[in-house]
């Protein structure tokens, strides 16, 4: 197509906004389908042993454009078997079978469309509605406060950033050297921009204390759920908050502080007494994350199978660590129906802790919008 | 890179021995474009500028992805309005476009005569321009998501906007049944009566193209080849053709490939009347008719066609009587593959329509959802769809919110 020739296919295309707006759509759409399938996938078993690069297929169904069709299983079609003089033998499988866009791939009545998706971008939908809550930016340590910072300067920017000393000295620098062009002459090269690095500085200091009952009663579903929520919380704080530190604690009848590795590959075994965690708990809190320097959350997952001689002690240290943290999240987890915990329904009481029952792995991308969620009003409840 | 001079030259050697054949395809206006923008011109299913929705999104992501694992190439692109509207691949040889280009004479020349696309609009391209227009005025009044989730509604009945290749008044017969809810949905704004007379134009002209995609195809291919031997060729270029042809008629098991089995057809018509007899073929047939005419048991068997499932993952053609796959393969062509479905009635119980059963079961995985839109969208109110499963009848109806699956 030269340009001076009038063009058929040049003013057709010159719609190509709307096709642009239509891909938008249609990827708003795929986007909106994974949305709502988030439930399935953050608790989606291959996520937690990924190595955080993996793509994942992700079955979309609203993006079936649904018809009145004939049933594609029941029919025999006609089609072209050899080549002629070849009747009746049957041909390789052609690797293109797929040419015509139709892929067998699917299996029948379950009408979805797959999707690729990477890591980051279910972790980005996933973080982008949580954060830490009641944050108090004024504690004087490193943590989730940020600033900004002018440490460079760009050629591109808004204009209250504009650094007019630097633009009259580029422009000067320019006419020096070439002499021949008329002073006092300012070319957009010259104009040059404050850029505002954001910078972690030494303000909204918070940490987060994870507790985890390690005891024989936590069986695979149990440990499985309760490390899930861990791990995702832990991944949350690291991609928002880089800056927070974390806290292991593994309990059985006794508590012990652990690295990240042991906490989430732990056995189990052992009774429960949850009054030892929190009474470690606290002592962490007193001597190393004074109050008046950091936000504390701190969380504990059990089966809620408590020592019942332990009962009123644990709800009396957890009660006393509730006064020290900004929350204190109790969550317990129930494999079969059952009536909550004694300690459940004392923690329910205490204002200022959240609690929550987890069932099944849905329940975990609901208790993490239950902890971190915007806007989460019953979370004192 | 092929530039307009090259084209120049080559219209010049095969549009002469085309019309000494006989072939009138009218004005044709060619153009050189580029893969991407062919590309983009063919994703909106055969008219270049639609109405926007985000199904044409879809396909065109679906092409693209096609086209950039070099799955497919699409050569040319036909579009069926006076003056029609040739664009070509600038990315092919010499030696292929002239193939292409006598490709596309008989295209064009098939719209042309063929007896289903006379009463279509001749300035289609213009009509959905104004269409685009429309839906996008409407979508300013009326908010996108009312507009969007109509046309989605609209898109599942318009396989279903009349079966005849004549003309046809919006909503006047029951085999049109889009045409009918535009008519007669009883809670329908005027505007969005006018969005479902928009698609459902469309359809129509469609729907002559999707009757006879084997007779077109076919002819176009039937006639490349007899100009490609009238006109004077270079070794190279013969080699470069003949291959070109090898690679479009190829056998891809278990696909059926409507340029091979309308090719076989045309010749067939050819040896029985010459040309006078493919002329009559190409004015009248429609792919059921055509193979009905001539798709002898001899035939049959020298187009090497089977029976096929196609879910399975190695397709095993499965040996039949002729007569058997000759029936399969009119049933898969007639009404392009899609079930009939009739207007019953209509009343304040809601849409009945009824499906008119041939031994084929509707897919039940897909059918609540489709009614559900209809019935919620357009209908407001029930709408009830009277067939058979398993030669069982069944009566099933959506009203928006549930689905009722009853054994009459």
Known sequence: MSDNTYSVARSLLAHQPLFTAERRRHQAKVKEAIRQHLADMVTDEKILVTDGRRTLSVPVPELNEFRIRFDPDLEENVGHATSPGQAGQAGEPASDAHKNGREGGNQPGLDMEETEVSLEEIQAAVFSELELPDLDLTKPSPGAGRDFDPVSIGRHGILSQWDRRRTLKAALLRQASHPDLAAGDLQEEDLRFRLLDPVHDDQGGAVVIAMMDTSGSMGSFEKYLAKSFFYWTAEFLRQKYPHVELVFLAHDVRAREVDEEAFFHRGASGGTVSSSVYRLGLEIVENRYPLDRYNIYAFHFTDGGNLTSDNALAVETGTKLTRQVTLFGYGEIHDTERNPSPLYQEFQRVPGVGVVILRDKEDIFRAMTHFFGRNEAVRHA | ?408
């Open chain 2, 1 to 408: 890179m092929l530039d307009e001079k090259t084209l120049h030259q080559l219209l010049e050697r095969v549009w002469p021995v085309a019309e000494s054949l006989g072939l009138h395809p009218g004005h044709v206006h060619f153009e050189l474009v580029s893969s991407s923008a062919i590309q983009l011109l063919a994703s909106h299913g055969g008219l270049p500028v639609r109405y926007s929705h985000w199904s044409f999104g879809k396909s065109e992501q679906r092409l693209k992805t096609a086209f950039d694992f070099r799955l497919t190439q699409i050569y040319e692109l036909v579009i069926n309005n006076v003056p029609a509207y040739a664009f070509i691949d600038e990315t092919v040889s010499p030696a292929e476009a002239l193939m292409i280009l006598a490709h596309v004479i008989a295209h064009a020349d098939f719209f042309r005569h063929h007896r289903a696309f006379q009463h279509l609009p001749t300035d289609m391209l213009a009509r959905a321009s104004l269409h685009r227009r429309q839906m996008a005025q409407f979508r300013r009044l009326y908010g996108d998501g009312a507009v969007e989730s109509l046309i989605d509604a609209a898109h599942i009945l318009a396989d279903f906007s009349g079966e005849s290749l004549s003309e046809t008044t919006i909503g006047e017969r029951p085999d049109d049944v889009l045409g009918f809810v535009a008519r007669y949905a009883p809670r329908l704004q005027d505007w969005e009566r006018d969005v479902l007379a928009m698609v459902w134009e469309e359809a129509r002209y469609f729907w002559p193209q999707q009757l006879t995609k084997v007779a077109n195809e076919g002819y176009a291919t039937f006639f490349h080849t007899r100009l490609l031997r009238k006109v004077e060729t270079t070794a190279e270029e013969s080699w470069e053709t003949a291959r070109l042809n090898a690679q479009i008629v190829q056998v891809n098991p278990p696909q059926l490939n409507p340029y091979r089995l309308g090719y076989l057809l045309y010749q067939e018509a050819f040896l029985d009347g010459g040309l006078d007899a493919v002329y009559q073929a190409r004015d009248v047939y429609d792919d059921v008719g055509l193979i009905r005419a001539y798709l002898a048991d001899e035939l049959m068997e020298r187009a090497g066609l089977a029976l096929f499932r196609e879910r399975e993952a190695h397709p095993e053609p499965r040996k039949a009587e002729p007569q058997d796959i000759r029936e399969r393969l009119i049933r898969d062509l007639d009404r392009g593959g899609l079930p009939r479905l009739v207007v019953e009635s209509s009343g304040p119980e809601g849409l009945l329509l009824r499906h008119l059963y041939d031994g084929r079961d509707l897919d039940f995985a897909q059918l609540p959802f489709a009614l559900k839109s209809v019935a919620a969208r357009i209908w407001n109110g029930p709408v009830t769809v009277l067939t058979l499963r398993q030669r069982v009848p069944h009566r099933v109806t959506h009203d928006g919110s549930e689905w009722v699956d009853q054994v009459v």
